[in-house]
């Protein structure tokens, strides 16, 4: 998640067992990006050797693969100096990052909002596709998960992970049952102690509904989900701005920046309530998954509306 996911979420994250992730780019520099490489395995090594029966889970970079990204090619040169073990590439065709993870026996998946983008992604030869469905925070699409992950299995029998207002074990659960291996969860992150979002930003995604989201174009030029919270503050009124804007800051008087003051999110803040530390969200995650998979489907969702 671009300026929330820094080293001591992803280190948290892994040290909780489950895979942290962060966008390259939230480095400043390639130089930054190359110290914090070094950080995290050395973080993660030294958890795994003081926790022999807790080994951390593997960390990730997610590669913004687009032409024009001028960090992409340095960038991807620090990838395979580290042997950066999962890597994840988005707004862009993966080939040249699969040949060079595959060279050192990474991993790599591929960031899909449709059918015909994992198609694309599945003859690139990369090892998983990420299905970011409707309702997912940042460039999500706007196609049903039920769609477009049954639409998917129909071609594709690898691992599939499932992104779009996931937050807790029920929920995974369900992904499973639609055909999907893993899930992606982005927005739940956003509210916890280890996250670099500011707190106002945490804040927001608490109070939050669905009802407070606006899917656009007009600020990335990509379609995306944003808190309408955090463009009301700025003055921001997406309907003044063409559609596919460029460049929002040169369409209109605000100085706010995009992403850094006008924020993104998913369909996950309707049920986000808290900002815990990640090690006691992703226990009650598992737990919430303990329980949804003893009880049948009726008796999970009453529980589930019961709790909430």
């Not at 300026?3 to 130089?31: D, M, Y």
């Not at 007009?218 to 003055?235: I, T």
């Not at 850094?260 to 737990?287: C, E, F, M, N």
Request: glycine share 8%; proline share 5%; with cysteine.
């Amino acid at each position: 998640m671009f300026l929330v996911s820094f080293p001591p979420l992803v280190t948290a994250q892994c040290k909780a067992g489950i895979v942290g992730t962060f966008p390259h780019v939230n480095a400043r520099t390639s130089e930054q990006f190359d110290q914090w490489l070094t950080d995290i395995k050395n973080s993660l090594a030294a958890h795994s050797a003081s926790h022999p029966s807790a080994t951390a889970a593997p960390y990730g970079v997610n590669l913004i693969v687009h032409r024009t990204n001028a960090r992409f090619e340095p960038d991807l040169a620090l990838v395979v100096k580290h042997q950066v073990p999962f890597v994840i590439t988005c707004l862009g065709h993966p080939g040249k990052v699969v040949e060079a993870v595959h060279a050192y026996g990474g991993t790599v998946f591929c960031d899909v909002t449709s059918a015909a983008h994992a198609r694309k992604s599945v003859d690139a030869g990369v090892d998983g596709l990420i299905c970011v469905g409707a309702g997912a925070g940042g460039h999500a699409s706007n196609q049903s998960a039920f769609s477009l992950v049954r639409e998917i299995r129909e071609f594709w029998d690898g691992c599939l992970v499932l992104g779009g207002g996931i937050n807790d074990g029920h929920q995974i659960r369900a992904a499973e049952a639609l055909g999907a291996d893993l899930v992606y969860m982005g927005t739940r992150f956003i509210a916890t102690q280890e996250s670099n979002a500011q707190q106002e930003f945490k804040q927001m995604v608490i109070d939050s509904d669905v009802s407070d989201l606006i899917y656009t174009d007009r600020l990335s030029g990509v379609h995306a989900n944003f808190l309408k919270p955090s463009l009301d503050k700025w003055g921001v009124d997406v309907s003044t701005l063409p559609p596919k804007a460029p460049d929002m800051s040169s369409l209109t008087d605000t100085t706010a920046k995009l992403w850094k003051d006008l924020w993104s999110a998913g369909q996950g803040v309707a049920t986000i309530h808290d900002a815990p530390a990640v090690a006691a969200l992703v226990s009650r995650i598992a737990d919430e998954y303990d329980k949804a998979c003893r009880l049948g489907p009726s008796q999970a969702l009453r529980r589930s509306s019961t709790a909430a």
